[in-house]
């Protein structure tokens, strides 16, 4: 089998505001790097093969924490990545709450498209495709893969069969793990959210 554990990035300064998406820039708060270091020594007593992270420069900053002490490097993937907000990038959520569209595209996550942007379920499909070619490349291996929440939760959805519609009935937190083990009988979620305690600086 195939131990891919989903860590969502720690923490940066925009978490709970602004829709960061994929802006450059937004990279850990102190808070953040807190939970990072605490993140790689909650790893450090495992033997790990890989460490992938997206391409946004606070998923690589979390990945490098865990990688670090097993002398990995951070295999950087595209298909990681958050989910292209398209116009909404960087936009406050007070903002958003009086956008019709951005009402839609929460009720409806198996339908709506972002303005501009991808739909859930293209950002399902990239994430499946990304975790199917190292279930297939290390089947006996152990892999971290650091990301985002909601692409996070569109891997749980796909596993446990449920509709991209019901991505808001489970949380997926900063610095948090979610195991996902790929067996010859198929893909089963071991761990869902399972964070850190509160990390203050």
């Given at each position: 089998?195939?131990?891919?554990?989903?860590?969502?990035?720690?923490?940066?300064?925009?978490?709970?505001?602004?829709?960061?998406?994929?802006?450059?820039?937004?990279?850990l708060a102190d808070r953040g790097r807190?939970?990072?270091?605490?993140?790689?020594?909650?790893?450090?007593?495992?033997?790990?093969?890989?460490?992938?992270?997206s391409p946004r420069e606070r998923a690589?900053?979390?990945?490098?924490?865990?990688?670090?002490?097993?002398?990995?490097?951070?295999?950087?993937?595209?298909?990681?990545?958050?989910?292209?907000?398209?116009?909404?990038?960087?936009?406050?959520?007070?903002?958003?709450?009086?956008?019709?569209?951005?009402?839609?595209?929460?009720?409806?996550?198996?339908l709506a498209r972002v303005p501009d942007?991808?739909?859930?379920?293209?950002?399902?499909?990239?994430?499946?495709?990304?975790?199917?070619?190292?279930?297939?490349?290390?089947?006996?291996?152990?892999?971290?893969?650091?990301?985002?929440?909601?692409?996070?939760?569109?891997?749980?959805?796909?596993?446990?069969?449920?509709?991209?519609?019901?991505?808001?009935?489970?949380?997926?937190?900063?610095?948090?793990?979610?195991?996902?083990?790929?067996?010859?009988?198929?893909?089963?979620?071991?761990?869902?959210?399972?964070?850190?305690?509160?990390?203050?600086?």
């Open positions: 089998m195939t131990l891919i554990y989903l860590v969502r990035h720690a923490a940066h300064d925009h978490v709970g505001r602004i829709l960061t998406g994929r802006a450059a820039g937004a990279r807190v939970q990072a270091a605490r993140l790689a020594e909650r790893f450090r007593g495992l033997r790990l093969d890989a460490v992938h992270a690589q900053e979390t990945a490098e924490a865990i990688a670090e002490p097993h002398g990995l490097s951070v295999d950087v993937a595209s298909d990681l990545d958050e989910i292209d907000f398209g116009r909404w990038t960087g936009a406050s959520f007070d903002a958003l709450s009086a956008d019709p569209a951005w009402r839609r595209w929460n009720e409806a996550r198996g942007g991808e739909t859930m379920a293209e950002a399902q499909g990239r994430m499946i495709r990304h975790l199917d070619a190292i279930a297939a490349a290390l089947p006996a291996g152990t892999v971290v893969m650091v990301g985002h929440a909601d692409p996070i939760k569109a891997v749980v959805a796909a596993v446990l069969g449920l509709p991209l519609d019901a991505l808001h009935r489970f949380d997926v937190d900063p610095a948090s793990v979610t195991l996902v083990d790929f067996a010859a009988h198929g893909a089963r979620i071991v761990r869902l959210n399972d964070g850190l305690e509160d990390a203050r600086p």
